[in-house]
Each structure stands twice: as structure tokens, then as C-alpha cells.
């Protein structure tokens, strides 16, 4: 079952399987249902005609999106070059509790086709390509989107408490295009894959799959739910696996690709 949400004449609205749900469908409500209870749900909506319009961010306003770092063994090793602090990265990757921060608020969220951007008072910003979890109220993972947790790595390299500023700034965070519900079992070996181009080229390529996180994903919504009520459900991004090497950083123009699965997410820089 896949989930998108699209710009039409009443406002924003939830599709399934390519049709209109009710008006009045909200995700947050899909998220309050436990997790055994969602197909029935969904059944329960009568979808209508075709949706047809262009694609939002599949995420509501109110959304809190969080993040997870430090997950794969690449990111560790990439956050120790790039540090002056590396021993903090061994450390958190190696450690019981995972990283988790907090990245965004929907309203915030661009969509597939939407322009991300790098922090104008940063020289090193990269993309990064990541599963994204959607959990719901009980802090159960019942799907997952692809998402963009773009970075600006000079500043969390020049000191680990800049993290979110690094992070969390306009334009920083891409969800899309819609969500694939399912369990996590089938999140445990997807594919991610990431490609930027530059004008005709092709400046960077790399692929990885998810059985290389260090974590599963039941473990990290898990740990964001411990001390942490999502009554409307939440986004989590898994942390990524595929860096570029140290001299890239974006710049204005670049055409960032995404795939998480059968999901394509695709953003030009600004």
C-alpha cells in the first residue's frame, strides 16, 4: 500500500494506490491506529477518483522529523576525518544508545521536485541519502519514505555541539515521493542508492542496502519514543551509508537522485 499526498482544489490531500481518500483523511489518524489495525483502516476509506495533481512531501505540517547518526560504519569513519572531536563517533557507534536528533518540522519538509539548500555560511554541505521510518503513536514502524538529511559538514567538524546548526536550517531536510507502508522486516535489506549531476555530468554515484545499518529500525524508534510522546505518529531518518569523498561539497544547480527501494526522490540545490 503507498501513500502520497497532493496539491489539489480544496487544499492538501492523501491519496492511495493513486486515489483521492477522503477529504477529511488525515495521516495523523492513520498514525494514532496500531499497527495491526492499518490496512483495515485504510480499506475502511473508500478511495475515489484518480489523483493526478503534483505531489507534496508526504509528511503533515505538524510532523516532528528526527533523525539517527552514526549508523553505518561510512558515517562513522567520514564524521572521525572530518572532527575534531573523532573519538565522540567511535563512540556513539559503538555505544547502546544511538544518536538522535531532532531535524525538522513538516512545515519545513521540501518534496520531491522541490529545491533543497545548502547554509550560506558553510563551505562543505553534501546530501545525504537515507530511509526514513514512519512511526506511529505506539512508536511502531509501519513504512517508510526516502529522504535528503542535507549537511553542512565543515560546521559539525569544527565542533560536535554545532550538530544542529549543521542540520537544521531551511531547506535542509527533502521526504518523498509518498510512503510504502509495510513492516520493518521488509526494510532490512532495501536498496540506497544516490547520483548527482552537474549540468551534463555525472559528479557523484554509490549505492548501498540497509543491512549494513548497525541498528534496526525497531531499535531506533524505540529509543526516540522513550522519553517522547508522538500522539500524531513521527518521521525518522535512519542515518546514511553513502559520503562523498571530502574534496565535493553541492553547489547551486546540482540535481541530487535518490532511491530508498522502488522510491525515487529527487531535488535540485538552490
Known sequence: MYLSRHRAAGGARWALDGHYLPQ???????????????????????????????????????????????????SREARELESTDADAYERIYDAERPELFFKALGWRVVGHGDRVRVRQDSRWNVPEPELVLVVNSGMEVVGYTAGNDVSSRDIEGENPLYL????????????????????????????????????????????????????????????????????????????????????????????????????VLGNEVA
Not at 493526478?52 to 528526527?66: A, I, Q
Not at 532495501?190 to 548527482?196: A, G, R
Request: glycine residues 12%.
Open 24 to 74: 477529511d483523511f488525515t495521516l495523523e489518524r492513520l498514525l494514532e491506529v496500531h499497527s495491526t489495525d492499518v490496512q483495515g483502516f485504510l480499506e475502511g476509506q473508500a478511495p475515489g477518483e484518480a489523483a493526478g495533481d503534483p505531489s507534496l512531501p508526504p509528511v503533515e505540517p505538524g510532523h516532528e522529523v528526527w533523525a539517527s547518526g552514526v549508523t553505518y560504519l561510512q
Open 164 to 263: 544542529p546548526q549543521a542540520k537544521v536550517y531551511d531547506g535542509s531536510c527533502s521526504l518523498g515521493p509518498g510512503i510504502v507502508l509495510s513492516d520493518p522486516d521488509a526494510m532490512r535489506d532495501l536498496s540506497i542508492s544516490m547520483s548527482i549531476r552537474r549540468g551534463d555530468a555525472r559528479v557523484f554515484g554509490d549505492e548501498i542496502d540497509t543491512s549494513q545499518m548497525k541498528r534496526l529500525p525497531e531499535e531506533l524508534a524505540a529509543y526516540l519514543g522513550k522519553e517522547l510522546a508522538f500522539p500524531g505518529g513521527a518521521f525518522l531518518m535512519t542515518g546514511t551509508g553513502i559520503v562523498p569523498e571530502d574534496d565535493f561539497t553541492l553547489e547551486p544547480g546540482d540535481l541530487v537522485r535518490i532511491s530508498v527501494g522502488d522510491l
